[in-house]
């Protein structure tokens, strides 16, 4: 079965972090760009990070560069986001995804996908 399954999230006060992990099943990561995007009730699935096959490019948009991090350990199949300075505003449905074809860029800004995983909510709140 192929699959992307999701950990890491939770319930995180201001200004902590939490580290997502995305693991693939069924396929091989390297042969994907890796994506993560967000959804908070009443708004638009949003692109956080997106990283290429070999690690090399990434994107960020503007609301979280310098706060998260993505990186990917292909030998493991699995890919990372690392949440740092988390606010409020952060909270949301985390999803990864991966996409065979495409820049870091278009994944992030178009949402483009072959495979999507479940999702875990993260929470922000004091």
């Known amino acids: 079965q192929l699959q992307l399954v999701e950990s890491g999230g939770g319930l995180v006060q201001p200004g902590g972090s939490l580290r997502l992990s995305c693991a693939a099943s069924?396929?091989?990561?390297?042969?994907?760009?890796i994506g993560w995007f967000r959804q908070a009730p009443g708004k638009e699935r949003e692109g956080v990070a997106c990283?290429?096959?070999?690690?090399?490019?990434?994107y960020y948009p503007d609301s979280v560069t310098g706060r998260f991090t993505t990186s990917r350990d292909n030998a493991k199949n699995t890919a990372y986001l690392q949440m740092n300075s988390l606010k409020p505003e952060d909270t949301a449905v985390y999803y990864c995804?991966?996409?065979?074809?495409?820049?870091?860029?278009?994944?992030?800004?178009?949402?483009?996908?072959?495979?999507w995983g479940q999702g875990t909510q993260v929470t922000v709140s004091s």
């Open positions: 995804a991966a996409v065979q074809s495409g820049t870091v860029h278009s994944m992030c800004k178009q949402r483009t996908a072959n495979y």
């Open positions: 069924g396929f091989t990561l390297d042969d994907y760009v």
């Open positions: 990283i290429s096959k070999r690690g090399l490019n990434l």
